[in-house]
């Protein structure tokens, strides 16, 4: 059996470190900017959806809002219905950066995809979309407690 997590692996450490040498200029530190973009598309979200939503846990999930918000990126607004709950929004300084990660994101896109076709392009995602789908129901299963069958 091919082990294709390997290759994934190596694709995310590769693009994590372009974006933390390209988002430095815009004091955007290791992985902080898929936050931003996540809040940013879903004004309000409750932090503990947002971590599931990245397959975080909540203390790595929180640590990296608590930054966040200390660069006035974004803001924490109590929830209507828990005071628990915080509701996350971008300021006007996280909505500024929103358009210039969105650019490197389509760029990295455009690198990974140069040379293949629309078909192939097509078949990649409908198998990252499953291969990603197999690992979320692992992840949730794991995070309920249960052990994994090896």
């Given amino acids: 059996m091919k082990d294709i997590l390997r290759d994934i692996g190596i694709i995310s450490r590769s ?19 898929v ?3 996540r809040i940013c598309e879903n004004p309000g979200i409750i932090q503990e959806k947002l ?10 999930a929180s640590r990296a809002i608590n930054k966040l918000e200390k660069n006035e990126l ?25 358009p210039f990660i969105i650019r ?4 990295s896109n455009s690198v990974a995809l140069k040379g293949f076709t629309e078909e192939e392009i097509n078949d990649l995602t409908r198998a990252l979309d499953r291969v990603k789908n197999n ?3 692992d992840w949730l299963s794991v995070k309920k407690g249960n052990k994994r069958q090896y």
């Fill in 15 to 33: 693009l994590d470190s372009i974006s933390n040498i390209e988002f430095k200029e815009i004091s955007l530190t290791k992985g902080q900017f």
């Fill in 135 to 137: 690992i979320s129901e």
């Fill in 74 to 98: 974004i803001f924490k607004k109590n929830h209507h219905q828990s005071k628990k709950s915080k509701m996350l929004f971008p300021t006007k300084k996280g909505e500024e950066l929103y």
């Fill in 51 to 60: 971590a599931e939503m990245l397959r975080i846990d909540r203390t790595t």
């Fill in 35 to 37: 936050y931003l973009v």
């Fill in 104 to 107: 490197e994101n389509n760029h």
